[in-house]
């Protein structure tokens, strides 16, 4: 089983949640103190939450100002799937062809942890089981360097892709996309476990048009909130 979310992670998804769902409106305020009352945490926590919300883009300091909930660009979101998307066709390409044994058994394992929260129908479970699936390909891709640029990314678009999982039936078509993932990587087939995860993590399509709604509602929320 996967560790349980630390105080400052769940804190951080609360954040996300209440951000990337126009609970808190662009240019909105974050007061740590207030933070700290509302979620029954110490600061210490409210401080890590907002430092690695601060990493993802979702927040910004301003010296002498405070904390604010930044404001979302869609052009520049595009543009950073477009990146995490040929990172993580890398990851898959250099792990079909280095994984070893044990890396596979926890890849394996990775993906029956997400199939369950899926048929769970747990949302929130599935998003922490993804991101460990993600993390065993990043570590049997054996290219340090590389693993730590797609972890760099996926941190700052890490409340985007919580909002793709909102999207209905994205967590049943994600584990299916999962599966291909894995048998790729199984197979050996590095051409394949590229192209799969690629077009895995890209936004295209009917996705993108989904994607775009998603956030121009979310924008649409944060001027309401404003008005």
Do not use: W
């Amino acid at each position: 089983m996967s560790s349980k979310p630390s105080n400052t992670q769940r804190l951080r998804d609360s954040l996300e949640d209440d951000i990337i769902n126009g609970r808190r409106a662009p240019g909105e305020r974050l007061d740590p103190e207030a933070l700290s009352k509302t979620y029954g945490v110490s600061r210490t926590p409210v401080r890590e939450a907002i430092h690695q919300l601060v990493a993802s883009g979702l927040v910004t300091v301003s010296p002498k100002k405070g904390t604010f909930v930044a404001r979302v660009g869609l052009d520049r979101l595009i543009e950073m799937f477009e990146v995490m998307a040929e990172l993580e066709g890398m990851c898959g390409r250099l792990a079909a062809r280095r994984i070893t044994d044990a890396e596979l058994g926890a890849l394996r394992k990775a993906y029956a942890r997400c199939r369950e929260a899926a048929q769970a129908g747990d949302s929130d479970e599935y998003y922490y089981e993804n991101e460990g699936f993600h993390s065993e390909i990043y570590a049997a891709s054996h290219n340090a360097f590389l693993a730590d640029e797609a972890r760099s990314l996926k941190q700052r678009l890490k409340p985007y892709r919580r909002l793709q999982l909102q999207v209905r039936r994205r967590v049943q078509s994600s584990l299916d996309e999962h599966a291909e993932i894995l048998a790729a990587i199984e197979a050996g087939d590095a051409e394949s476990a590229e192209r799969v995860l690629r077009e895995h993590v890209l936004i295209q399509g009917e996705r993108f048009s989904d994607f775009v709604s998603s956030v121009r509602e979310l924008e649409r929320r944060g001027e309401e909130a404003n008005a």
